[in-house]
C-alpha cells in the first residue's frame, strides 16, 4: 500500500530528529520509501507558544498492515525521547499517518484519513509536492484543490 506520513519536529535539532525518523522508519523491510517532500519550517499549531517546527510528508510503499504501521510509528517516537505531555505540546518528533492509500478507518487508535488534514496549510503543501493529483477519499478532493481552499498564514 502507498501511505503518507507528516513528520514533525520542534525541541532540540529539529533537522536532525526528522532524519533520525527517516532513517528509522525504512530501516524497516515492509517500509520503501518513494518521496519526501522538502523540510519546511512552521508555526505550532493549536498551542502557539512554542518554538516552531520542521515538518516534511513521507510517500512509503509498505505490506504492513494500518495498526502494525501505526504502532511502528509510535515505537519510532518512543525510541526517539517523545514523552506526551500534553496535546499539540512541543515534541522531539512527531508521525503521523495521513493517509494508507485511500481507506478509510475509524476506531479507538486510528483514524484515516488524518482528520487534521483539510485544516493544516503546512501538511497540504507538503501533499501537493508529492502527489497533487491525489483525491482525499472522504472528501473527494485532490490536495491541490485542498490546498487552495484552506487559509495561509
Avoid at 24 to 49: M, R, Y
Avoid at 71 to 85: A, S, V
Avoid at 131 to 138: L, N
Wanted: proline share 5%; net charge neutral.
Amino acid at each position: 500500500m502507498v501511505c503518507y506520513l507528516g513528520l514533525g519536529s520542534n525541541l532540540g535539532n529539529r533537522k536532525e530528529n526528522i532524519n533520525k525518523a527517516l532513517t528509522h522508519l525504512v530501516t524497516n523491510p515492509q517500509i520503501h520509501t518513494l518521496k519526501c517532500s522538502s523540510i519546511i519550517e512552521t508555526k505550532a499549531f493549536g498551542l502557539e507558544d512554542q518554538p516552531d517546527f520542521l515538518n516534511c510528508v513521507l510517500k512509503i510503499k509498505t505490506t504492513l498492515k494500518p495498526h502494525a504501521l501505526l504502532d511502528y510509528c509510535l515505537k519510532t517516537e518512543i525510541n526517539m525521547g517523545r514523552i506526551r505531555h500534553e496535546k499539540w505540546g512541543p515534541r522531539i518528533i512527531d508521525i503521523d499517518m495521513l493517509f494508507y492509500s485511500n481507506e478509510i478507518i475509524e476506531d479507538e487508535d486510528l483514524i484515516i484519513p488524518h482528520p487534521g488534514i483539510a485544516q493544516r496549510e503546512f501538511v497540504l503543501r507538503s501533499l501537493i509536492e508529492l502527489c497533487p493529483e491525489f483525491t482525499h477519499p472522504i472528501l473527494n478532493k485532490k490536495m491541490k484543490t485542498l490546498y487552495s481552499e484552506v487559509k495561509k498564514d
